[in-house]
Structure formats: structure tokens, C-alpha cells
């Protein structure tokens, strides 16, 4: 009936958001809600007093389940498996009002959140990034308070870090990506060095499609070394095809962003995102994603956003 999908679709959102954090991957977190409503609509509507809270448990049951099989698929990955990256203005990415929600949906946290077990990482997205109480944690998981709250725990504890990550602005954004490039660009070693913390760490999820390191590099060093070798114009062009490159800077799960466009006969489309976590020492991580299959949602969203003008319009 359409009031019943009205009300469905006032929860889309929502739901989307805490799928995205549950599985790190747009694609998956769209397929877990249509799910969801499929549900919805099987299901005998009278019974359900609190549309909310029972599509919150089905989706989180749902994603529990995802969850088991993608430790099974992420095991024969080609590479470094990083998430699904998400520009700014997505549903996709939910509330960002405080720091910890801001913090819950950063590439950097959603690769660390790989850590957690399905239980402790439901229970930590729905206290942390969605303010649920522990009651209502309880009843979606099907445990007790204690229990929730022992999770809780344990997911902080294997989260826990000694960085302190810096918010930067759409105007600081630009200005940190255009530095990050001028020097990962420019043929010397030592600007990028001067950039980087001295145990910062970098990781490139080229997905068995594009070509991309299978350890992640430790120090800066090391960093600067491979960024130089790997940045040049024709070794890109030879692995993503010919056309126009151009660089942009951009706010990817609310930190800076390095965005790589390309430009052929199919349009524009981004073949690359080099997220940069920053701390008050320097960037203390560089993501790196250029499997095509996670930059897809991206690209689209990308089309109509306002992009401002590239930091670099043809780079060769």
C-alpha cells in the first residue's frame, strides 16, 4: 500500500546509514535495506507496533549476517581490502552533528572496525554513531544490558588509538590536498616526507583490478618512496586507460580527499581516491582506493556535485 511504503521510505535514510557503517560498502548497504523492505512488505503490519525499531532489528540482523560471509570472501581478496568510499552530501554517510558520529563513518574507522567481531560492531555503530540506548540495543540483538555493554567495551578497547584526528573544513580540505599533492608530485622525496608522521602508514585497495601493493607501507619514508615511483603520468595512464587526468580535492567521509578523475570517450568518472587521516603531528594514514567496483557510487554522485576547480586540470 502506499502509506506503508511512505512509511518505509521515511526510514530509508537511516537505515542506510547504519547499514553503511555495519558493512564499510555502499553497494551492500543498499542491497541490506532492499532487503529490508522486502521484509516490510511480507510482513503482518498490525503486529508491528514500532515501524522504527523493527526495521532498525531487521536490517541489523540482516547485516549480521553479511557480515559472517564477507570475513569468508575478504579472506581470498585480492590485496588490501579498504571500505567503500563516500562523498560528502550522501544520505549514505547518517548524522554528523558530533565528533563521535563524524569519527564512526572515517575510512580510517571503518578499516579499523574490521577488527571487531558482527556483535561488537553493530552494538558499537548503534551506541556511538546512533545514540541508541542499551535497552534498545539489547532487544535488536536479542541479548541482555550486561552484554551490550561488555561489547561495548570490548569494541572500544580494540578501536582504541593514541592518534587525534583533525577536522578539517571544505576550504582547509583544499588547501591540506593541494600541499599533500605539490608534493607528492613534484619528484622529491623529502617535502612529502616533512608531511607525514614518522610512523604513518599506507594502504592501497586496488581490488585484483588495478594494480596496487598487497602489504601496506610502513613509515614515511617508505610512503614517499613508493608514492614517487607509482605517481608518474604514464605508468597511470597505462593501467586506467588514456584521457584527460585531472586532480581534485574533496571531503570523502568527512576528511580530505585527493579525487582522480579521468576524462575519455565515456565521460569523467573517478578511477581514485587517496584519503588522507590527519593528526595533529601530520597525515598519519593514506588510503588509497582504485577498485573500480567501489568508486562507482562515488563517480555518480561526483557527476552532479559542485566540484569546484581541479588543483591539477591535465596532469602529464
Given amino acids: 500500500m502506499p502509506h506503508e511504503v511512505e512509511v518505509f521510505e521515511r526510514f530509508r535514510g537511516r537505515l542506510e546509514a547504519i547499514a553503511y557503517r555495519l558493512l564499510g560498502s555502499a553497494q551492500?548497504?543498499?542491497?541490506?535495506v532492499q532487503d529490508t523492505f522486502l521484509r516490510w512488505q511480507a510482513a503482518e503490519r498490525a503486529e508491528i507496533r514500532t515501524p522504527e525499531a523493527w526495521l532498525t532489528k531487521v536490517l541489523t540482523n540482516l547485516c549480521l549476517n553479511q557480515l559472517a560471509s564477507a570475513r569468508v570472501r575478504r579472506e581470498s581478496y585480492v590485496g588490501q581490502w579498504l571500505p567503500e568510499p563516500v562523498l560528502d552530501g550522501d544520505r549514505m554517510l547518517g548524522p554528523a552533528e558530533t565528533a563521535e558520529q563524524?569519527?564512526?563513518?572515517?575510512?580510517?574507522?571503518?578499516?579499523?572496525?574490521?577488527?571487531?567481531?558482527?556483535?561488537?560492531?553493530?552494538?558499537?555503530?548503534?551506541?556511538e554513531a546512533f545514540g541508541y540506548p542499551h535497552g534498545e540495543i539489547a532487544e535488536i540483538l536479542d541479548l541482555s544490558e550486561a552484554n551490550s555493554q561488555q561489547l561495548l567495551r570490548r569494541a572500544r578497547q580494540h578501536l582504541a588509538t593514541d592518534r587525534s584526528r583533525v577536522e578539517a573544513d571544505a576550504a582547509?580540505?583544499?588547501?591540506?590536498?593541494?600541499?599533500?599533492?605539490a608534493a607528492?608530485?613534484?619528484?622529491?622525496?623529502?617535502?612529502?616526507?616533512?608531511?607525514?608522521?614518522?610512523?604513518?602508514?599506507?594502504?592501497?585497495?586496488g581490488g585484483g583490478?588495478?594494480?596496487?601493493?598487497?602489504?601496506?607501507?610502513?613509515?614515511?619514508?617508505?610512503?614517499?618512496r613508493v608514492l614517487r615511483g607509482a605517481l608518474k603520468p604514464d605508468l597511470a595512464k597505462r593501467f586506467?586507460?588514456?584521457?584527460?587526468?585531472?586532480?581534485?580535492?574533496?571531503?570523502?567521509?568527512?576528511?580530505p580527499a585527493?579525487?582522480?578523475?579521468?576524462?575519455?570517450?565515456?565521460?569523467?568518472?573517478?578511477?581514485?581516491?587517496?584519503?588522507?587521516?590527519?593528526?595533529?603531528?601530520?597525515i598519519a594514514t593514506i588510503l588509497i582506493q582504485a577498485n573500480p567496483a567501489k568508486l562507482a557510487r562515488l563517480s555518480r554522485w561526483w557527476a552532479g556535485a559542485d566540484r569546484g576547480e581541479p588543483l591539477i586540470e591535465n596532469w602529464s
Fill in 172 to 181: 582547509a580540505t583544499r588547501e591540506i590536498v593541494e600541499e599533500f599533492l
Fill in 184 to 205: 607528492a608530485l613534484g619528484g622529491e622525496i623529502e617535502p612529502l616526507v616533512k608531511l607525514l608522521t614518522e610512523d604513518a602508514r599506507g594502504v592501497a585497495d
Fill in 209 to 224: 583490478e588495478v594494480p596496487a601493493r598487497g602489504t601496506p607501507i610502513l613509515g614515511a619514508l617508505a610512503i614517499a
Fill in 258 to 282: 585527493a579525487l582522480v578523475a579521468l576524462d575519455d570517450a565515456g565521460g569523467e568518472r573517478i578511477v581514485g581516491v587517496v584519503s588522507l587521516e590527519l593528526t595533529p603531528r601530520g
Fill in 28 to 32: 551492500d548497504a543498499e542491497d541490506a
Fill in 102 to 127: 563524524r569519527e564512526s563513518v572515517s575510512i580510517a574507522m571503518l578499516t579499523l572496525m574490521e577488527r571487531l567481531t558482527p556483535a561488537e560492531r553493530a552494538v558499537y555503530v548503534l551506541r
Fill in 240 to 255: 586506467i586507460g588514456g584521457g584527460r587526468i585531472a586532480f581534485y580535492a574533496a571531503v570523502v567521509n568527512g576528511g
